[in-house]
């Protein structure tokens, strides 16, 4: 008898916001969404399907999945076996400076990588020390902060240079200026046409061009964008049916089943994990 989907979160006692999930995947299937963060995983058992920039892939075991922030993906067991991985989620912040000395240039402080499915052996051993000095509590806070320097130095090797050369995308600058007007509405309801108005674009340009550049509607970013909102409020003991209410759910039944899809618990079990 197959067993059920686990999530297992936990947070870094030395760098704030720093999450790592442990997570074993047989009968869940994750909605498209997008973090706020970096998340770097490795697929340990299974085979790890999803769907990103505009394609889909499939991770074997022991390959590194990378995620910039704002990338939408969403994931599921891609055959009869139980999927393991664990994802690390570092905040922009976090990570910065090290991209920035990796690539010795300030400028590099907004690297983003361009390839999602990495099989790099360097790489995923630094994200597996990094899940472990945070699951298993041990390590010091300059322990954890040198593993996420490999990460972010390995990348930007990798890479051969940086991608930040000051240059944005019209759908990027799209993505940034409604971004903006979402999160300081997300307590709000917004409609299509303010979030298509503060983008400067018809809501029949917005419509198409969002869709197309990141496959998920605008509709489905807000409630991401809203969720993990939700989810910093959780870890700061918030209740959940407080939180529901501030975020424009309509009731808690509502916000477990979307906050779910997106982080395998509940708003209560999450909070109960991370607290």
């Known amino acids: 008898m197959k067993q059920s989907s686990r ?27 997008a973090h706020e963060e970096y998340a770097f995983g490795v697929t340990l058992s299974g085979r790890q399907d999803f769907f990103s920039g505009g394609q889909f892939h499939r991770s074997p075991p022991g390959n590194v999945i990378q995620f910039n922030p704002e990338q939408v993906h969403d994931g599921h067991p891609g055959d009869d076996s139980t999927l393991g991985y664990v994802m690390t989620y570092v905040p922009a912040a976090q990570l910065e400076a090290l991209f920035a000395s990796a690539a010795g240039s300030e400028r ?8 999602t499915l990495i099989p790099d052996p360097e790489l995923r051993r630094a994200i597996l020390d990094l899940s472990h000095l945070v699951t ?50 997300l307590e709000d309801d917004v409609s299509l046409d303010d979030i298509s108005q503060a983008a400067h674009l018809s809501k029949y340009h917005f419509l198409r061009l969002f869709r197309q550049q990141f496959g998920i509607t605008p509709h489905q970013y807000v409630l991401s964008c809203r969720v993990n909102a939700a ?31 997106i982080y395998g618990k509940t708003p209560y079990q999450y909070q109960r994990s991370v607290t």
């Open 108 to 115: 590099a402080g907004m690297f983003r990588c361009r390839d």
């Open 231 to 261: 989810r910093n409020d959780l870890a700061a003991g918030g209740p959940p049916s407080e939180v529901a209410f501030r975020y424009g759910f309509t009731d808690l039944s509502h916000f477990n089943r979307r906050f779910k899809r």
């Open 136 to 185: 298993q509590q041990v390590g010091t806070h300059i322990e954890q902060e040198h593993v996420l320097y490999r990460i972010a130095s390995r990348l930007v090797q990798r890479s051969g240079k940086f991608q930040a050369d000051g240059k944005v995308s019209r759908p990027d600058a799209l993505l940034m200026r409604a971004k903006e007007y979402i999160l300081a509405h």
């Open 7 to 33: 999530f297992d979160y936990y947070k870094s006692q030395h760098i704030p916001e720093l999450t790592v999930l442990r997570a074993a995947l047989s009968d869940f299937s994750y909605d498209r969404h």
